[in-house]
């Protein structure tokens, strides 16, 4: 993939898949931002790349706004990656009005905001590219998932209405939708499944592998290169896509 030239903003950056694609877009030739809550995690990433950190909290719009403002004092971005966001569960009765807002905001608010500040350069220029990290839960369902399950299909829905009114553009768009990723997440949600049931970690992780026919977690570095391709110029016609990677869990 060539991406010499381009700039690419990747939010949830500092860790997981967020600093696999930072490193394979930058390693494709683009100069990267990487933005994130946790300021020490996103200087590591971009000081091995040579990008730019930006710390924010996209579940404060006054702080996302200020990210704006910032990313466009770097220049215009090219490739727009929105990666962060979070994954909680609870029972229907457990999942309060703060576990919907606090995840609708981050999974799904904060990249149609992103969206609508940075988009319209990439239509003036005629060439951008956004990749949507949704999940394959925005496509299907689990169980005590309701808030996550809402905010990826959200994603996902939104990914498909943005597609057809970019689509004479120059910019598309399109949901990457992983199954369990080797990530910080994956390993809470064992750590949940042991202080739930009981049982040990390896018996929890298994629990979790056993969803995937392949019978193995997808690795970061295997989602980056999903993202890279549909950032090429030969993907142009990759558009509007919710694109599973799951090992085969999820067949549509």
Known sequence: MNLEGKLALVTGGGRGIGAAIARRLAGDGARVIVTGRDEAAIAAIATELGGVALRADLTDRAATDRLVA??????????????????????????????????????????????????????????????????????????????????????????????????????????????????????????????KTGRNEDDARAALVSMSPQRRMVQPDEVAHLVAMLCDDRARSIHGQAMLIDGGQVLK
């Open 70 to 195: 910032q990313v466009r004092a770097v220049g215009r971005v090219d490739v727009l990656v929105n990666n962060a966001g979070i994954a909680e569960s609870a029972s229907l009765e457990r999942t309060d009005d703060a576990m919907w807002d606090r995840i609708l905001e981050l999974d799904a608010t904060a990249p149609f905001r992103l969206i609508r500040a940075l988009v319209p350069a990439m239509v003036e220029a005629g060439w951008g590219r956004v990749v949507n990290l949704a999940s394959n839960a925005g496509v299907s369902g689990y169980g005590y998932t309701a808030a996550y399950c809402a905010a990826k299909h959200a994603m996902v829905g939104m990914t498909r209405a943005l597609a057809i009114d970019l689509a004479r553009t120059g910019v598309t768009i399109n949901a990457v939708c992983p199954g369990w990723v080797e990530t910080d997440m994956a390993r809470a949600a064992v750590a949940r499944i042991q202080a």
